[in-house]
């Protein structure tokens, strides 16, 4: 996890920069508040306090939810768009991975103990492509939500091109090249990456508790039909 002094600082400097976006701020704090109660629910298994697979894989997007949530707030502080849309894209591909294990949880263990490569070759266990997940994710959002356009957006700040390099031309005529300062973010850009960071922590955040409830119900249930075997 991030240094806890880091992430304070940077949590009072935004709210000090951007007053208005106080209200934001108080969401993150209540995420990682969430986060840390679904850490121990998790921890202590199902009904019978058991530790099953899926609760490894739960475990694991939480990890990586709260270092992700609070990474972005320092580099919001900075700003730097290029690691905050990083941080965002991983969000999404965290949040995909939710989506793609409550629609098709017989691939648990493919979701919680795949992987592309072994050091001996081939993976034992598949893992699932990341772009099948997103797909996905895309098809099942509300209209409106255009996750594979976000998730291109971010990808063309990221990866090495015109935006990423913060290139602007600003006379086609005779093309002369103008090189903004380092890192330039808007304070637009700054407010819209912080909201979208709270509505995908909230997405996450909830689809680990309704996952967690929907083994624990399908546990009961297979309980009570076995009884009525008996």
């Known amino acids: 996890m991030v240094e806890k002094t880091y992430f304070n600082r940077a949590l009072v400097s935004l709210g000090v920069k951007y007053p208005e976006l106080r209200k934001e701020l108080r969401k993150v704090k209540d995420s990682k508040k969430k986060a840390s109660k679904l850490f121990r629910w998790v921890l202590l298994g199902d009904v019978k306090k058991e530790i099953r697979e899926y609760h490894f894989f739960l475990y694991g997007i939480l990890v990586k939810t709260l270092a992700l949530l609070e990474s972005l707030l320092i580099e919001l502080d900075k700003p730097n768009p290029y690691l905050s849309n990083m941080v965002l894209r991983a969000h999404y591909e965290n949040l995909a991975a939710i989506h793609y294990f409550a629609r098709h949880p017989e691939k648990r263990m493919n979701l919680t103990f795949g992987e592309r490569y072994s050091e001996k070759g081939k993976a034992q ?16 959002t509300p209209p409106g939500w255009d996750v594979l356009k976000d ?71 297979t309980k009570q039909i076995s009884l009525l075997k008996k």
């Not at 304070?187 to 689809?207: C, F, M, P, R, Y």
């Open 151 to 221: 998730i291109d957006n971010m990808s063309n700040i990221i990866h090495p091109n015109k935006r990423s390099h913060q290139l602007n031309i600003t006379s086609k005529t005779e093309s002369i090249l103008e090189f903004s300062s380092y890192c330039v973010m808007s304070e637009e850009q700054v407010k819209d990456h912080l909201k979208a960071n709270n509505t995908l922590v909230t997405s996450i955040l909830n689809g680990i508790s309704d996952i967690d409830n929907m083994f624990i119900r399908d546990l009961k249930i």
């Open 125 to 140: 266990i598949e893992a699932v492509h990341v772009n099948d997940m997103i797909k996905e994710l895309h098809k099942n």
